[in-house]
């Protein structure tokens, strides 16, 4: 056995991720057949504090298995892990990812996050190339197949790995679980044409992704020129409405004024042909009186 060799990649090659505590580093050395090649700790810290990897033989071919830092939802954790597994991909190219999860546990959120940072991490590449690896199967009571049917979510997982699922019992030394897990591995291998997930993927995708997010910048920064051109012209046309609304009103005065003072005039006019009316009519009223006294004055003179 060698360890954190850096020679020609191997003929298969298999990287273990999942959280703190999963079963990694016991699954690593049970695959290895070397108990201590990976440390290994009953601790609710990560042990794994860097990424290693060791090589083995069986039946003829040459194996590297990679032990990756527990991956977490601390964002200084995360950086730290993807940095390790970015470092240890310029050495290693990689046949099938092992998604390590650990049975008799409820599937947690942070669990669950496991799945959706590997996604981050490789792309959706790497689905074609993973297995769902479950450990503690000595308290397995019932058959795999019954205990994923309680959890959907669990089901879901495994349902999206193009590889399946195994399950291992790393207290016993049974080299037969590991043959079957070597068998399920070849058969994914077969189904991806021998291809491998290389440095090379995982630079695209870097790509990929600083491209989407300078996609969401410049998204961004249209949204907010388009929020401002929007406030300046909520401002300009309150401006401009008030402007016209007051010349409008300056013209409202000035034809209420015009109108009240053809009202005015119109009012004195009528008042002037009120009291010439008026006159006249008195002037008759008069002149029938002077008649009258005048008549009846010569009545009376007769």
């Known amino acids: 056995m060698q360890r954190n060799s850096m020679e020609k990649p191997p003929r298969m090659s298999i990287m273990l991720l999942g959280s703190t505590g999963s079963g990694k580093s016991a699954s690593g050395n049970t695959i290895i057949g070397i108990r201590k090649t990976f440390k290994e700790d009953f601790s609710p810290e990560s042990v794994t504090r860097t990424c290693e990897s060791a090589q083995t033989e069986m039946d ?7 032990d990756t830092v527990g991956l977490s939802d601390t964002s200084v954790k995360i950086k730290h892990a993807e940095s390790q597994i970015e470092k240890m991909l310029t050495l290693h190219s990689v046949d099938v990812f092992l998604l390590v999860i650990k049975l008799g546990e409820t599937f947690t959120k942070e669990k669950r996050n496991v799945m959706q940072l590997s996604q981050i991490f490789f792309g959706s590449k790497l689905l074609n190339h993973t297995i769902v690896l479950f450990t503690h199967g000595d308290q397995l009571h019932e058959p795999i197949e019954r205990y994923l049917s309680k959890c959907k979510t669990l089901q879901s997982v495994v349902g999206q790995c193009l590889g399946g699922f195994h399950v291992f019992n790393n207290k016993d030394e049974d080299r037969s679980q590991v043959t079957e897990l070597l068998e399920k591995i070849k058969s994914l291998r077969e189904k991806n044409g021998d291809s491998r997930y290389t440095e090379e993927d995982k630079k695209t995708l870097l790509l990929k992704q600083q491209d989407a997010a300078a996609s969401l910048l410049a998204g961004a920064v249209a949204a907010a020129a388009a929020g401002a051109a929007i406030v300046i012209g909520s401002v300009v046309g309150a401006t401009v409405g008030a402007a016209v609304g007051a010349t409008e009103a300056v013209a409202g005065v000035k034809a209420a004024a015009e109108a009240g ?9 009528l008042t002037v042909g009120k009291a010439t009316i008026m006159g006249a009519a008195g002037g008759a009223a008069l002149a029938a009186a002077t008649a009258v006294s005048a008549g009846v004055y010569w009545w009376y003179a007769k």
């Open 60 to 66: 003829g071919e040459t194996i590297t298995v990679i």
């Open 261 to 269: 003072l053809a009202a005015s005039v119109g009012a004195a006019a």
